[in-house]
């Protein structure tokens, strides 16, 4: 098929790289592009632009910002001696959303994984202990996944930590909410239960 | 335990089979490179959730279909059940999702409604082949009758692939985190070696027992655990004791070997008849008659934890033993509710056992005649 309007395949092809879209929904988005006013067009295009040229991490914890230290980071209101440990700066919006934390996180930047090159040493471990260090840091909550490199890494943090006499606790699992009893797996029953607490 | 109906859709060469099993042993000829593993190959997956060959799942996916999928209808003791697998293509590789009855369930959820022993041509190298193949018939057994099990030596093997690689990496590796992954070990590593260490003895008791009923009870064939390190206690507790403590000590050699040591990634039986090793001083019918014997004692014990017969699965074996063992074989499982039997030709089997015999070519099945009057 001839190419009548290259920007507009040029559009479609750079919509398919994204996650999750296949060439039909980049064709979707494309015509919906096109037919949207001036704009909303412009308005696409400048947000992405501006994440790219705009956003960085947090010098502090690590998450994304665009004022360094981020906003909770700055936020006073903000419990200072309770972090929150996450493995990735998507991990500060999962908690966030929540809206029953109020300290402020440290990101990590990954899980301890060697098998993948990731050691210590890329993390954003040295930096924990240093804040837990000079922020007087009561308790670090670690929320990292419950994989195995999440757990490996909770516990490495852990054991990192108990010199500094610091009360590190971890999430504790749960059951889904509005999910059948019988149908949750072992795994999952036996933490909760771990966990449980009175009534 | 009864496969009532097998429907493969876009696994291996079969495009969409439905296939009704006869009760009793079913027996697939055909030349090679036909569909008879493959048949096995699915219904193994339906038990253990994994291909008894497969070293890329993705293989398991018809030429370029996006998914294979594998159910079947089985009657168990606990009423009748459908599990299903679906195998999709994902990134370079496959993901696996597991059904009973309808509803997605996890793995570790799936493990213990089809119980199945398989028996491949890699088994008869149990007593002289390296001890991966020994840990191999311990975790069949027991992964298919303990969700527990399974669960440890999973989070287990993640950890030891991760010490490795950490004691692998260039420089020195972090001693907190060798630390944490050593003490994973030794929770996750005490309770499997613990329950390692209770079947073997029931494994072993079985072995000894179908050794004596075909050859004799001298002299006699004796299964041991060996594991790694050496324990003088069985308890989940003590174990993990011993194993930390074997961590500690060992922590600089390991680091100089670049390799985790020890651990239950490290166990194996000890195989000895009259009190000699059989893998070095066994003549080879009397190793064949050992493996006869342990894959017997797997038979028996699944059937023990399952209070009936599970499936047996049998590719290409039968053609590799001769007449008599074959029939002391067969016969010493006795009343099995059913067989999956592969070969290139009509196996001459024990005149007890009904059944029928399957052509299979190139992807299709036709019902030939029965196995035996
Ligand atoms: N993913 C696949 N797609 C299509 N055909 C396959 C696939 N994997 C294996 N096969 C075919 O299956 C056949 C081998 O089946 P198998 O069951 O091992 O044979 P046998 O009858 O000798 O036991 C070969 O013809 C092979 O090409
Ligand atoms: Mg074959
Ligand atoms: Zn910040």
């Known amino acids: ?199 | 335990m009864r496969v009532l109906s097998l429907e493969l859709d876009q696994f291996r060469n079969y495009a969409a089979l439905r296939f009704t099993p006869p009760s009793g042993a079913c027996v697939f000829i055909g030349d090679n490179a036909q569909g008879k593993s493959n048949l096995l190959e699915a219904l193994a997956l339906l038990a253990t959730g994994k291909s008894f060959r497969a070293a890329r799942e993705a293989d398991l996916i018809r030429d370029d279909a996006p998914a294979a999928s594998v159910s079947a209808r089985v009657a168990t003791r606990h009423g009748e059940i459908q599990a299903a697998c679906i195998v999709a293509r994902a990134g370079e590789g496959a993901r696996k999702r597991f059904f009973r009855n309808g509803r997605a369930v996890p793995y570790g959820q799936f493990l213990g409604g089809v119980m199945a022993v398989t028996f491949i041509p890699l088994d008869l190298q149990l007593v002289i082949g390296p001890a991966g193949l020994r840990r191999r018939l311990l975790n069949a057994g027991l992964a298919q009758t303990s969700r527990a099990y399974y669960r440890d030596l999973a989070a287990y093997g993640a950890v030891v692939t991760q010490k490795n690689a950490l004691l692998r990496a260039s420089g020195a590796p972090d001693r907190d985190l060798l630390l944490t992954y050593n003490e994973q070990m030794a929770i996750s590593g005490g309770r499997i070696a613990s329950a390692r260490a209770v079947y073997v003895r029931k494994l072993a008791s079985e072995a000894t027992a179908a050794h004596a009923r075909w050859v004799g009870a001298s002299p006699e064939f004796d299964v041991a655990y060996r594991p790694s390190p050496a324990l003088a206690e069985e308890t989940p507790e003590a174990i993990e004791q011993a194993l930390r403590a074997a961590l500690e000590a060992n922590q600089t050699l390991e680091i100089k070997r670049r390799s985790a040591l020890y651990g239950p990634h490290r166990d194996d039986l000890a195989l000895s008849l009259g009190g000699l090793p059989l893998a070095r001083f066994g003549s080879q019918g009397q190793q064949r008659t050992a493996v006869l014997a342990l894959k017997a004692a797997e038979y028996a014990s699944l059937h023990a934890a399952a209070g009936e017969p599970p499936i047996l699965l049998l590719d290409d074996v039968l053609s590799e033993l001769d007449r008599e063992r074959r029939h002391a074989f067969l016969s010493s499982l006795g009343d099995f509710d059913q067989a999956f039997i592969t070969s290139t030709d009509v196996p001459d089997m024990p005149a007890t056992l009904r059944g029928e015999v399957v052509r299979v070519r190139a992807g299709s099945l036709a019902i030939e005649n029965a196995a035996h009057a």
Do not use: W
Request: one cysteine or more; hydrophobic letters at 40%; glycine letters at 8%.
């Open chain 1, 1 to 199: 098929m001839d190419d009548l309007a290259p920007p507009l395949s040029g559009l479609i092809g750079e919509l398919e790289k994204l996650p999750t879209i296949g060439p039909k929904t980049a064709a979707r988005l494309a015509f919906y592009i096109l037919s949207a006013s001036r704009e909303d067009a412009n308005a696409l295009a400048e947000a992405i632009v501006a994440v790219k040229d705009r956003v960085r991490l947090c010098s502090r914890c690590f998450s994304l910002t665009e004022a360094d230290p981020c906003s909770i980071c700055r936020d006073v209101r903000r419990d200072p001696k309770t972090l929150c440990v996450v493995g990735e700066p998507k991990d500060v919006y999962a908690v966030e959303r929540s809206m029953s934390f109020k300290g402020r996180y440290h990101v990590l930047g990954g899980l301890i994984s060697p098998m993948d090159g990731i050691g210590v040493a890329q993390l954003h471990v040295k930096e924990l202990v240093e804040r837990v260090g000079t922020e007087g840091i009561d308790e670090v909550i670690v929320a990292t996944n419950p994989n195995a490199e999440g757990e490996s890494t909770a516990l490495y943090l852990a054991r990192l930590l108990a010199p500094t006499g610091v009360r590190v606790t971890r999430l504790a699992y749960g059951l889904p909410i509005g999910g059948d009893l019988d149908y949750a797996d072992e795994v999952t029953l036996a933490r909760a239960l771990e966990g449980r607490r009175a009534l």
